[in-house]
């Protein structure tokens, strides 16, 4: 059975940083891209970005409202996905969920249960 | 950016009702569009794919459909438990772009 569980979230001030972990299981992890979704309090889901697999490199994308301000990385020993995020602001409170991306079928089928992020002073 | 325009925002339905929920991309996207489906509390569940495919475990009753680039989801026979949010989501480009959503309300 195909898990993600995010953990990290939490309270943290305007300026400061955050690690989020994605612990995944139930599937090879190396041969899956890897996404990051958050969503505001009843708002829309925004995608931060995607690590790809083992077959194209481990290379990342980013949507350009957090670019240069999060970082997606992997570690493919203990298959956990993370999402570092600098320089926080009140308008990057949300949910943060991972999610994996399927081929087939195309979309992310497996998400995460979220993890909350409350930036605020 | 291509941008994903999502209406209604809100509609309300009867039980047994058909809805039909409609999202225009600003480009050509070339069917590469998903709908999901979220409840209060919970994430979100995929349950279209390449715009009309329909996910495994999905009630036939969904159904998603395409003209150009104006995509629809259509739900007939409408259940209890279909009251939720929908989402649109393109994966033609990045960044990958979601619509604003539609609640949707049983009567």
């Known amino acids: 059975e195909v898990k993600l569980l995010e953990s990290g979230g939490g309270l943290v001030q305007p300026g400061g940083s955050l690690r989020l972990s994605c612990a995944a299981s139930?599937?090879?992890?190396?041969?899956?891209?890897m996404s990051w979704i958050r969503q505001p309090p009843g708002k829309a889901p925004e995608w931060l970005g995607v690590i790809r697999n083992k077959a194209n490199g481990y290379t990342t994308e980013y949507n350009p409202s957090v670019k240069g301000r999060f970082t997606i990385s992997r570690d493919n020993t203990q298959n956990i996905l993370y999402l570092q995020m600098n320089t926080l602001r009140a308008e990057d409170t949300a949910i943060y969920y991972c999610?994996?991306?399927?081929?087939?079928?195309?979309?992310?089928?497996?998400w995460g249960q979220g993890t909350l992020v409350t930036v605020s002073s | 950016d291509i941008q994903m325009t999502q209406s209604p925002a809100s509609l309300s339905a009867s039980l047994g009702e058909t809805v039909t929920i409609e999202c225009l991309a600003s480009e050509d996207i070339y069917s590469n569009l998903a709908w999901y489906q979220q409840k209060p509390g919970k994430s979100p569940q995929l349950l279209i794919y390449d715009a009309s495919s329909l996910q495994d475990g999905v009630p036939s009753r969904f159904s998603g459909s395409e003209s150009g680039t104006q995509y629809s989801l259509e739900i007939n026979s409408l259940q209890s438990e279909d009251a939720a949010t929908y989402f649109c989501q393109q994966h033609h480009d990045y960044p990958y772009t979601f619509g604003a959503g539609t609640k949707l309300e049983l009567k």
């Open positions: 999610a994996r991306w399927d081929w087939e079928p195309r979309g992310f089928a497996y």
């Open positions: 139930g599937f090879t992890f190396t041969d899956f891209y």
